[in-house]
Structure formats: structure tokens, C-alpha cells
């Protein structure tokens, strides 16, 4: 018996895209237990939250899944179907790598940074009230009150909500993933100097955990610091960790940095992981399958198969140089599209 992994398959050409990843795992030989999960068009049509269930169930049972594309009918939510799977599995931890493909044309060269997003917390948790609101009216007059500081009275009101144990476990796992993949650095990224009781909480955890790890360098940076030395320098940084919005934004932007036309990802937590290429990729994920085959990446070094790990992401770059020339003139008639 292999490794038992879930692949959840789309319609269509979502379904060749799953498909593809698969194969280019299985080339590595590492023994897997594939589960298929297949959607078929009216299980896309209905509700997103008895889908999400259905997922979360299969999922469980492996405990390791890979999500190939999925489109949903009816103008549904994609984002909501992934942040119910993510809650219901406390998947809270988000690995977004950067690396730059040699010989690929791009904006930087020898990018190799790996993103660790925290994934529970923060302004994403949707702590929002509309500005008419009752709601809003309330919360502006007692916030007013706690802070002593005025709120105007057409704002809307939202919540940045960190807590110890969410700010520890995703430092403490930053840590550990530089020391099991052999990386030599993390960075703490915050606005501490600005919002000193939410981001101030999460810099001085951070520097609590680095002691527990004195084989791995640690340094801290404001996320405006950070933007602008990341253009300069990309090469000076290594493991970067941070709370939930500032790992989205960056993992965008780092994306671009490295002139990738996919972006592979992961969530985990304590007991499963799922792995998939982000919705928001530059190029149509059903023509493009290198992002959620460079997940397989991901996937084979959670499996503690760090060599297969290394080849496929060989195998990938060679093929991308390949293909560079197309991907080029797939991107530019994308963007003209």
C-alpha cells in the first residue's frame, strides 16, 4: 500500500488538469493510494456548503488531498467552497512558495522563498459590519468608548482579531519547516510600530519561539520595509511568515517577482493538508497544469519523499523552458483576451 492521498477531479478540462498532476506524481514511483473524488456538473450546481461537507469527508479519510481546478455554475462562491474546507479541517497554515525557473524569462533570478501565511485569523475572518448598519452604529459608538478615539459616523467597521495560540502555532510551524527542509532563515513580517497590540503580539511571539530554535537565523521586518527590499534584494530573505492579509498580498507579489504563470499552494494543520494551485493564477488553470503539478511537489515533501520531491520539480523547469515560448504567447493573448 501507498501513501493514501485524495485527488478531488473537476469537469472537463478541470478534470485533465487533475489528471495531468496525477501523472507527473506517479513518474517520481513514490507508491500512492490514490482516492478519486470525480464532481460531476450537478454536484456544482447546488449549495457550495453540502459540497464543502461532501470534500471535507473524503478528505478525512486520507487525511492528504490534492484539489484539482474546479469551476462552479451559477456564479458561486470558489472562495467560500475553500474557506469552509479550510475551517472544517483547521487547515491554518498556508505555504505559497516563489521560486524563479532557470532560464525562464523573468523580472528577478534565483528566487527561492517559501511564504508561510497564516490562515485562521486576522481582517480575512469577515468581522465586518456594513456602514448603515445597526450593527455598525454599535460598534462604532462602544469601540469609540473602549479607544477613546472617534470614528466617523459613515464608516464601516471591521475586525483585526490575532490571538496567542494563532500567532504561536503558525511561528512554531514556520520554524519547524525551515529546519526539515534544510532552510536557513525566517522572517517575521508585521506592522508592530503601527498596530502594536495585534501585530505587536505576533512580533513579540515570534521572538519568544526563536529561541527554541537557535539553528535557524531570525530577523523581523515591517511589511512596507519588506516590499521594497524584496525588489532590491529578494535573495536576502528565506522563509518569510506572517499574519493572513499580508501573506496574501505578498505571495502575490512574489509570485510576479519570479514571472511564474502558476502559483502552487498548500493549507495544512495538525492532522490534514490539502494541496492546489491558486484560483487567482495569471494564466486559465485548464490550460496550464504546471502550477498544480508544482503542488506535487509540495505534496511528495509532506510525504517525507524530499528526492521525488526534487526531481519532479526538475522535470517541471525543464519542461517549462520548453515551453516558455508558448506560455509566452498564451499569456499574451490571455492578457488581450
Not at 117 to 141: H, K, L, P, Q
Not at 224 to 230: G, N, Q
Not at 251 to 280: I, K, R, W
Request: proline content about 5%; overall charge negative; charged content about 20%.
Amino acid at each position: 500500500m501507498g501513501y493514501p492521498v485524495t485527488l478531488i477531479r473537476g469537469c472537463g478540462p478541470d478534470a485533465a488538469v487533475a489528471d495531468a498532476a496525477r501523472t507527473a506524481i506517479d513518474t517520481t514511483n513514490v507508491p500512492i493510494d490514490w482516492q478519486i473524488i470525480d464532481l460531476n456538473p450537478e454536484m456544482l450546481t447546488g449549495d457550495v456548503i453540502p459540497l464543502a461537507n461532501y470534500l471535507v469527508d473524503a478528505i478525512r479519510k486520507t487525511r492528504t488531498a490534492i484539489k484539482g481546478p474546479i469551476t462552479l455554475a451559477n456564479g458561486q462562491d470558489l472562495y467560500l467552497l475553500d474557506a469552509l474546507i479550510q475551517e472544517k479541517l483547521n487547515l491554518y497554515a498556508n505555504l505559497r512558495p516563489a521560486k524563479s525557473i532557470p532560464d525562464l524569462p523573468g523580472p528577478f533570478q534565483d528566487i527561492d522563498l517559501m511564504i508561510v501565511r497564516e490562515n485562521t485569523e486576522d481582517i480575512y475572518t469577515g468581522i465586518e459590519f456594513e456602514r448603515t448598519s445597526v450593527e455598525a452604529a454599535d460598534a462604532r459608538s462602544w469601540l469609540s468608548k473602549l479607544s477613546g478615539k472617534r470614528i466617523r459616523e459613515d464608516s464601516a467597521v471591521g475586525i483585526k482579531a490575532i490571538s496567542v495560540k494563532g500567532c504561536g502555532q503558525i511561528i512554531e510551524f514556520a520554524f519547524n519547516y525551515a529546519r526539515s527542509n534544510h532552510r536557513n532563515k525566517v522572517t517575521a513580517v508585521h506592522l508592530a510600530h503601527k498596530m502594536a497590540s495585534t501585530d505587536g503580539l505576533f512580533l513579540d511571539i515570534a521572538h519568544e519561539i526563536a529561541k527554541e530554535f537557535p539553528d535557524i537565523q531570525f530577523e523581523d521586518r515591517a511589511v512596507s520595509t519588506l516590499c521594497m527590499e524584496l525588489i532590491q534584494n529578494p535573495q536576502a530573505f528565506d522563509v518569510l511568515v506572517m499574519p493572513n492579509a499580508y501573506g496574501d498580498l505578498l505571495s502575490h507579489l512574489c509570485v510576479g517577482m519570479v514571472g511564474n504563470f502558476g502559483a502552487p499552494t498548500a493549507y495544512m494543520g495538525d492532522q490534514y493538508a490539502v494541496f492546489e494551485a491558486l484560483p487567482a493564477c495569471i494564466t486559465s488553470q485548464s490550460k496550464n497544469p504546471f502550477a498544480l503539478i508544482l503542488s506535487g511537489v509540495l505534496l511528495l515533501r509532506y510525504l517525507g519523499e524530499p528526492d521525488a520531491a526534487q526531481r519532479l520539480q526538475a522535470a517541471v523547469e525543464s519542461q517549462v523552458v520548453l515551453e516558455s515560448k508558448g506560455i509566452a504567447d498564451f499569456l499574451l493573448s490571455a492578457n488581450q483576451g
